[in-house]
């Protein structure tokens, strides 16, 4: 490969992964499992060793991804908190210690711990003189969400610790911070999906992003009935200031262990230790073995150098200890025969190929359907009805098919063209362009229109008890409902006569639709299922908007200078409205006054004030940074209180352009908006009281 075509892979392979990071870590719903999101990291260092001219600052390679979410506080870590170096096979488990050996010298001995690799959500949890402080998400690694009142619900994360804290933690410590995991159990999980599925929810696709959504619920007595877990996998004393107290930490991984049990807080009984590589080996395959009768899923194994003195001496990367590794298990796979393959048409009319399976044993659980993503995927991968085909886990209890075996095709199998009519209305389906989705277009096609009506009456949306999604069914086929609108036409009679209802039920839908003009605005925004515009979005939308009619009326480009709406989104909102049918729509719903003239605006987001150049302020950032990521700068902005919005308007406070700054440069010169250098951001964040030398 030349330094061409290498420079076009690079800048590729950063947009991938930035959007694979947005999708696991903001949006809670990746498209890709572990290993393959793992491989392209690889690819990307492997080029960027090749070529280190094309290596730039900012780079996914020397950062941790960022689950930052600004309806919560944050606030700045007492130490980074950082991600673990992947390794897939024993090969790279022996290089690791053989580095680990070459530190310690002939001499020395090495003794490791293993623990299983919780896959759950990172938390950082502080207790000053007994008491729970704070806790912390890992947010970009240096700043994280403040979730304390979240996480405070947790079993395991007791609000006082032990009257006798201080003899389990270092001598003259009085402050400590534990790190560790939140996690649901498969158990807890399994329980929560039936519940789900009874009230005609959606079920959760798998026990992370459940924990992941759930701990950025506003509403922590929800995190409380969701039953989330937790254990701990590190302790350090922390200083006056809230930062790491280097000179009081315990000597080994293992003392961390037993004082993390002594203050009462859940550690995991599975860790055991290995004083060489054989030992290590025995024990990662023994953890292989048994991952499945866990009561929770992981994703591999941690070792760990067990003595601080030595995990010293090999430090840290920017992005992880040098003396820790992530041992990934490979996803399970098994092999059975694809009987068909049937068509789903979601709310939004896109039309996805299902895999129907014979039943097959996979990672603990029957798998009998799997997703086959798109018609694309499909042709590239060559998969047809009737074939062998290998079928995996990723992160997902729903699994995917990753490849066919044609080699073991018989008889004259066919590929299954992309249906060119919706299978449910039958109406011609179309593509558009630059997307890879096959869509069915009849905006009154029963499918879209009963996704659409689940989603409407979603918790998060119109909220709506007692219509789960095979009474919306019913409605849909028995021709009650059209549109969204006629959900509040629904007839009180009709549904008392119908079967297992009688009028207590009914009643109770009927209060459930004369409530949800009521919902707040944000949550009506959120129901009408416009693309792209989850619940934040919904509420930066009500917040500038007060009525639809408002919102209707915005452009692309006053909807791209809100706080955290792109380009993307601003496009999609405002060609959402200006189809055909929408406005109709809009007026169905007013007319059953589900939507009014002018509607409850929610506060505005509190504004701190101060002259420090940067509170309360918004700043947009363009260009390459040197002396920091874009998203480090962001998090130090947004630490104090400011805004970082993508892109120029009046609004803009100041424009922060960094080297090759562009259109957004030359957007805030003919506005007239302030335009700083790096170095000016660094001052106004020092003068703020900013650290900038960690
Ligand atoms: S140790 C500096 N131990 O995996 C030490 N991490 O991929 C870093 N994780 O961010 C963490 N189980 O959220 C450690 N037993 C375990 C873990 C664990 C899960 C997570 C953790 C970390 C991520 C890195």
Known sequence: ????????????????????????????????????????????????????????????????????????????????????????????????????????????????????????????????????????????????????????????????????????????????????EAYLSLSRFAELNTAREEAGLEPLANPRNATAGTLKTLDPEEVRRRGLSVVFYQLFTLGPDDRWDEDRDLASHREQMTAIARLGLPTNPELVVAADL????????????????????????????????????????????????????????????????????????????????????????????????????????????????????????????????????????????????????????????????????????????????????????????????????VFVEEGWIRSLADLFRLDRDRLAALPGWGEKSADRVLRGLAAAPDRPWAAKIFALGIPQVGVTTATTLAREYASIEALARAGVEDLAALSDIGPVVAEAIASWFARPGTAELLDDLREVGFLREEEEQPPPEPVVTSDNGVTGLTFVLTGTLETMTRDQARGHITALGGKVTGSVSKKTDAVVAGARAGSKLARAEQLGVPVLDEAELRTRLADAGIDLER
Not at 4 to 19: F, N, P, S, T
Not at 296 to 311: E, F, H, M, N, S
Not at 344 to 367: F, H, K, S
Not at 421 to 430: A, F, L, R, S
């Open 278 to 473: 054989a030992a290590l080996e025995a024990h990662l395959a023994d953890l292989e073995r048994r991952r499945h009768a866990l009561d929770y899923q992981i994703d591999g194994a941690v070792i760990k150098v067990d003595r601080t003195a030595l995990q010293r001496r090999l430090g840290w990367t920017s992005k992880a200890p040098r003396w820790a590794l992530a041992y990934k298990f490979a996803a399970e796979e098994a092999t059975t025969t694809l009987r068909s393959i049937s068509l789903q048409v979601g709310r939004t009319g896109v039309i996805t190929p299902v895999a129907e399976l014979d039943p097959v044993q996979l990672a603990g659980t029957t798998v009998s359907r799997a997703t086959l993503h798109n018609w694309d995927e499909l042709a590239r991968k060559d998969i047809r009805p009737g074939d062998r085909v290998v079928v995996a886990k990723g992160g997902d209890i729903i699994p995917k098919v990753l490849r066919s075996l044609p080699e073991e095709r018989t008889g004259d199998r066919e590929p299954m063209p992309p249906p060119e009519h919706c299978p449910v209305c039958d109406q011609p389906t179309q593509r558009r362009e630059g997307e890879v989705a096959l869509r069915c277009v009849n905006p009154n096609c029963p499918a879209v229109l009963r996704g659409k009506l689940r989603h409407f009456v979603g918790r998060q949306a119109a909220d709506v008890d007692g219509i789960g999604g095979r009474w919306i069914d």
């Open 1 to 180: 490969m030349n330094e061409q075509e290498a420079r076009r892979r690079i800048v590729e392979l950063r947009e991938e992964i930035a959007r694979h990071r947005r999708l696991y870590y903001q949006e809670a719903a990746p498209e890709v499992t572990d290993p393959e999101y793992d491989a392209l990291e690889q690819e990307l260092a492997d080029l960027e060793d090749r070529f280190p001219d094309l290596a730039v600052a900012g780079s996914p390679t020397a950062q941790v991804g960022s689950d930052r979410d600004d309806r919560f506080p944050s606030a700045p870590h007492s130490r980074p908190m950082l991600s673990l170096q992947n390794s897939y096979d024993l090969d790279e488990v022996a290089a690791f210690d053989a580095r680990v050996r070459r530190e310690v010298g002939q001499s020395g001995e090495v003794a490791y711990t293993v623990e299983p690799k919780m896959d759950g959500v990172a938390l950082a949890v502080r207790y000053r003189d007994g008491e729970l402080t704070s806790a912390l998400t890992r947010g970009d690694g240096a700043v994280g969400d403040v979730i304390t009142r979240n996480a405070a619900t947790i079993a395991g994360i007791s609000a006082r610790l032990p009257d006798r804290w201080r003899e389990a933690l270092p001598e003259g410590a009085s402050a400590c911070e534990v790190r560790g």
